[in-house]
């Protein structure tokens, strides 16, 4: 079975600030994908990365930074000079995949509450 | 946008009731999703399809049942609704036909289903 855990349910900064959201997850498969949805106050959910379980190099882009650690079991989310825009619950997530075809089910953290305060 | 089709966005009904959700998956998707989200479970996965057939169940209810069409689309039923099922539900779809990368699921806007 997977498990996905984000210990932190509410982060409140000032924008301009940067902030990490956690993520840590047990899985026993070796292969696995690695997932951050973004799900604003309107509701939608909206995928920002993916990562499978072979490829431990970091990712960059624009302002988001994703940390993928193997070692600690870890794939940590920066958002580098936040906005007001970037207020949302973000979701971090774990699938392994089928055979052939398609994925399983993701996995989901409960959350983080991203609060970005003009 | 996603490319992936909810409707309807909203629902209100009573309980007791029976309620069909509908997906479109994005163009080319041969796997449908069925989430639920509410604000004491989580995001919980409920049922997956692949290419019509049933592909994995999770925690849904003897009450709730799905189905994905030829054409790929998929409904959610939901029948003797209680006011525990009032919910956020979300459906997504992955792997395409060609390209892409088949376990990245996308995800719908959802339906907003209310029990009174």
């Known amino acids: 079975a997977q498990k996905v855990t984000q210990a932190q349910t509410e982060i409140s900064v000032v924008e301009k600030e940067d902030v990490t959201l956690d993520c840590v997850y047990e899985t026993r498969d070796t292969t696995y994908y690695l997932f951050w949805y973004k799900q604003p106050p309107s509701g939608e959910l909206v995928f920002l990365i993916r990562?499978?379980?072979?490829?431990?190099q970091n990712e960059i882009s624009g302002r988001y930074s994703w940390n993928f650690q193997k070692s600690t079991s870890s794939f940590n989310f920066t958002i580098t000079a936040s906005q007001v825009v970037d207020s949302a619950v973000y979701f971090c997530a774990l699938s392994v995949p089928w055979d052939s075809g398609s994925a399983r089910q993701l996995t989901f953290g409960s959350g983080t509450q991203l609060t970005v305060l003009p | 946008d996603s490319g992936v089709t909810q409707t309807p966005k909203h629902l209100i009904t009573a309980t007791g009731q029976r309620v069909t959700l509908r997906c479109s998956p994005r163009s080319g998707d041969l796997s449908v999703y069925w989430y639920q989200q509410s604000l004491d479970q989580g995001l919980q996965f409920l049922i997956q399809?692949?290419?019509?057939?049933?592909?994995a169940k999770g925690n849904i209810l003897e009450r709730f049942s799905a189905q994905q069409f030829p054409d790929l689309h998929s409904e959610l039923n939901l029948s003797s609704l209680e006011l525990g099922d009032s919910a956020l539900y979300f459906c997504a779809s992955s792997a395409p036909l060609s390209g892409g990368a088949p376990d990245t699921q996308y995800f719908g806007p959802g339906t907003r289903l209310t029990v009174l």
């Open positions: 990562r499978n379980s072979f490829d431990e």
């Open positions: 399809y692949y290419n019509g057939e049933e592909r």
